[in-house]
């Protein structure tokens, strides 16, 4: 490696950290002020669009599901070339699942306050309860089996 190539390397980093801390305070603001803090309260009040973190919810869990399979079929095949598939897969998976799960967090004004209402007064009816159950309970525990 030649010090041309270091650098880039330590740059890229650089930036990536950076973009992290500017997750973690976008984060926190929203945590403190609900979506009110980071413009997300009224469609088309500017901001990001909100129904973004709905439609990644569906692309992470239709990605899961997909990896889920693929690793299925190929642990079931016995086929020694697939096996490598499979140990890619599943962890994956796992991942789509995590991230949809935190998508659907995302998409709460308040995140913390939405998981403790959601095992204090919890509706079979709500679609968070029922997004969020299927993601965390069915997707993230059959994935781990």
């Given at each position: 490696m030649?010090?041309?190539?270091?650098?880039?390397?330590?740059?890229?980093?650089?930036?990536?950290?950076?973009?992290?801390?500017?997750?973690?305070?976008?984060?926190?603001?929203?945590?403190?002020?609900?979506?009110?803090?980071?413009?997300?309260?009224d469609?088309?009040?500017?901001?990001?669009?909100?129904?973004?973190?709905?439609?990644?919810?569906?692309?992470?869990?239709?990605?899961?599901?997909?990896?889920?399979?693929?690793?299925?079929?190929?642990?079931?095949?016995?086929?020694?070339?697939?096996?490598?598939?499979?140990?890619?897969?599943?962890?994956?998976?796992?991942?789509?699942?995590?991230?949809?799960?935190?998508?659907?967090?995302?998409d709460?004004?308040?995140?913390?306050?939405?998981?403790?209402?959601?095992?204090?007064?919890?509706?079979?009816?709500?679609?968070?309860?029922?997004?969020?159950?299927?993601?965390?309970?069915?997707?993230?525990?059959?994935?781990?089996?």
């Amino acid at each position: 490696m030649s010090l041309r190539d270091d650098r880039a390397a330590l740059l890229s980093l650089l930036a990536l950290f950076g973009l992290a801390a500017l997750g973690a305070v976008a984060y926190l603001l929203q945590l403190h002020q609900g979506d009110v803090g980071t413009g997300m309260r009224d469609v088309g009040g500017g901001g990001a669009v909100w129904g973004l973190y709905i439609v990644m919810d569906g692309c992470f869990l239709g990605s899961g599901i997909a990896l889920m399979a693929a690793a299925c079929i190929a642990r079931f095949s016995r086929d020694d070339g697939m096996e490598a598939v499979a140990r890619i897969a599943m962890p994956s998976a796992m991942a789509c699942f995590l991230a949809a799960s935190l998508c659907v967090l995302c998409d709460q004004g308040r995140p913390l306050a939405a998981i403790t209402n959601l095992s204090l007064y919890g509706r079979a009816q709500s679609p968070m309860f029922a997004t969020f159950t299927a993601v965390v309970a069915i997707c993230l525990v059959g994935s781990l089996v």
